[in-house]
């Protein structure tokens, strides 16, 4: 019987950690937006890319249209580029890519000659 309590206990502790779990991580979940005609950067599935040192991202894409379910159709820079639909998980801001350029001034400090 009193195995019973102790198994009763933990199942009911288990559960309460794992509500705030959840609630912890929902807390800090970012709702991704974009909008028409932002530039973005696609993720290169890992497939098409066997090797350490190509590139993650490709683009810049233009978005030219929103679909349900969190799907964006997107078209490259290129004038003879087709539309392609992307999940949002699957797009990046450029300032978020790592390796591209920004427009911002670097922080770096230049020595006067």
Avoid: W
Wanted: hydrophobic share 30%; with cysteine.
């Amino acid at each position: 019987m009193q195995a019973e309590a102790v198994q009763e206990c933990v199942t009911a502790h288990m559960a309460k950690n794992k509500e705030q779990v959840i609630a912890k991580r929902n807390q800090a979940a970012e709702e991704i937006t974009f909008k028409v005609g932002e530039t973005v950067y696609k993720q290169v599935a890992k497939t098409a890319r066997n090797d350490k040192t190509k590139p993650v991202f490709k683009g810049p894409y233009k978005i030219i249209h929103f679909h349900p379910n969190s799907v964006a159709e997107i078209i490259g820079n290129h004038p003879n580029s087709k539309s392609i639909r992307v999940h949002f998980k699957l797009l990046r801001r450029p300032h978020l890519v790592p390796g591209q350029s920004s427009s911002e001034p670097s922080c770096s400090r230049q020595d006067p000659k």
